[in-house]
């Protein structure tokens, strides 16, 4: 019995590694050999945290940090550096949605190494690398030193690397991997269609396209494609070595900021408040507008918004002054799959014996990366908790106004999410290969 999986971003690589360490066979498809420039995972690093506001992310997180800890090949894109988060007293929903995390964390007796405290000296006296900060006097700070990063593209290098050396594993890319739709067998089973012409079928086949599933099947409004906007500065030998040990500084209305990555001394910034669609019709439906991602390696003039630079300079300003000047290097859009509730997709496609998906990763699933694909196994065997199935459970919203994930009361927005055609663009003199 073979398990063919499309995509092999965080879903689908995890799930992979999950099949093989049970013993059973996979081949892994996608159009890219990973580390995928289409993947929302390909970057310098993400956040790897714990505070949730309703208890089955929170325990679900709290398992993933374990594995991180200690999962042999996870581990080693693992660091944890701390989280350092700022809200203003402006953003009470915000304000609220942070404290409950905190307050289950703490329920389920973990986060006891939480620090909440108040003002911009405070700060600089405990990070003595933002003793130039300018944050208020009264502004509350949280500090968990136990959120931490992943550098995600090498996390999808590793397990890939495991995979590609195992005697269970297929691997397809280029063309042959680039699936545009689903074939249906007289029987109900089905194959995938692939941009060469094949047509690939397995006894199970797991769709996990992330933000671009909708150009491979409907998913009937459930899912929007939304983009996110990434940045970099590039640090000196000076610079590095000062700001190298930095936790992660999250300020909800202007960014938030990483430590620099070791071998390129670059640091990635990203804007936190502002996100992007691409209105098209479902290619699928043509009652049915949807959002699906232009990806930056086809589209490098696609980067950050010209108006976005002064909030990114805000940002380092307010921390760290010495680096606000910096050139942005390296802009680009990255495409996440949101879904209502920030809930995953995990389910059967209807219509299909043996077609399952695992999309919606609603810009928060790369934490998850070591365990996701046990839970998506159990849906595919039938055996997934009846709550988390529910959550994850295929819904569909045809013929509604199209879904935006930007409505969450806890997301500090500056304006609705603009569509791409709007957005007038940063034009980089360099196109970087980051
Ligand atoms: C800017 C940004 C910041 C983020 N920060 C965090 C964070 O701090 N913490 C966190 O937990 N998460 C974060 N995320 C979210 C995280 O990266 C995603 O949730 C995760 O990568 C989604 O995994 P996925 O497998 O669904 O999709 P992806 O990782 O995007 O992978 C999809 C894969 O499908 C392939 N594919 C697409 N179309 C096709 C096709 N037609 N045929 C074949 N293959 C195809 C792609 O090449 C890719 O390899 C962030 C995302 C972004 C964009």
Known sequence: MVTLIVGCGVFGLST????????????????YEPPSPWSAANDFNKIVRCEYNDPIHLKLAIEALYAWRSDPIYQK?????????????????????????????????????????????????????????????NQEVKYNPESGLGVSMQTLKDVYNYLKNHPNVICTFGDS?????????????????TKSGYVHSASNILICAGANTGSILTLENQQSATGLYVTHIQLSNNEYNYYKDIPIIYDAELGYFFPPDSKTKIMKVCLSGVRVKRT????????QDVSLPRFHNNYPKDTIPKDSISTLRELLKKYVPELADHKFIGSKICWIGDREGSNFLIDQVPGYNNCYIATGDSGHAFKFFPIIGRYIIQRVQGKLDEELASIW??????????????????????????????????????????
């Open 16 to 31: 992979a590694l999950e099949l093989v360490r049970e013993g059973h066979f996979v081949h892994i498809i996608d159009k």
């Open 77 to 137: 894109s693992f660091s944890e550096c701390g989280r350092i988060l700022v809200t203003p007293l402006s953003h009470q929903n915000r304000i609220k949605f942070e404290m409950q995390g905190v307050e289950m964390l703490k329920s389920v007796g973990e986060g006891g190494k939480y620090e909440i405290f108040k003002g911009g000296d405070l700060l600089g006296k405990k990070f003595p690398f933002l003793k130039d900060n300018s944050v208020a006097s």
């Open 177 to 193: 991997g680039d699936v545009i739709g689903i074939k249906k067998y007289s029987d109900g089973s089905s194959g995938v269609i």
């Open 280 to 287: 098209v019709t479902d290619p699928f439906d043509k009652n």
């Open 393 to 434: 459970k295929w819904k569909s919203k045809t013929n509604t106004e199209m879904f935006d994930g930007s409505n969450a009361s806890w997301r500090v927005t500056k304006s609705g999410t603009l569509d791409i055609t709007k957005v007038d663009f940063l034009i980089e003199n360099e196109i970087s290969k980051l």
